[in-house]
């Protein structure tokens, strides 16, 4: 069965900086387009960012942009989401997914994903 797993949640106070981590067992990452998504209470899911497979291709939502940065290791199959200048507002579960292993298009659309990790905490607040 193939699952992700996020880490690096947290509490910080505004102004400050996470590294969220998403891997994966039953499968490797590295031939997956890799999503971030966020829900906060009372909201629907939205895209963060997202990476291609192999080509470095990225996409951020308008919202974390300049704020937010998406990267790969594949030697270590795990996606990083370095997360600075966090504001109250960002502070949401933090989930991240895999679209179809055919799916070579980078997208922040929740619903071409196939596979979701649990999810973990970011709490914004001073």
């Known amino acids: 069965q193939l699952q992700l797993v996020e880490s690096g949640g947290g509490s910080v106070q505004p102004g400050g900086s996470l590294r969220l981590s998403c891997a994966a067992s039953g499968f490797t990452l590295n031939y997956y387009v890799i999503g971030w998504f966020r829900q906060a209470p009372g909201k629907e899911r939205e895209g963060v960012s997202c990476i291609g497979k192999s080509d470095g291709r990225t996409m951020y939502a308008d919202s974390v942009k300049g704020r937010f940065t998406i990267s790969r290791d594949y030697a270590k199959a795990t996606v990083y989401l370095q997360m600075n200048s966090l504001k109250p507002e960002d502070t949401a579960v933090y989930y991240c997914?895999?679209?179809?292993?055919?799916?070579?298009?980078?997208?922040?659309?929740?619903?071409?994903?196939?596979?979701w990790g649990q999810g973990t905490q970011v709490t914004v607040s001073s």
């Open positions: 997914a895999a679209a179809p292993v055919a799916w070579d298009l980078i997208t922040l659309i929740p619903s071409r994903y196939a596979y």
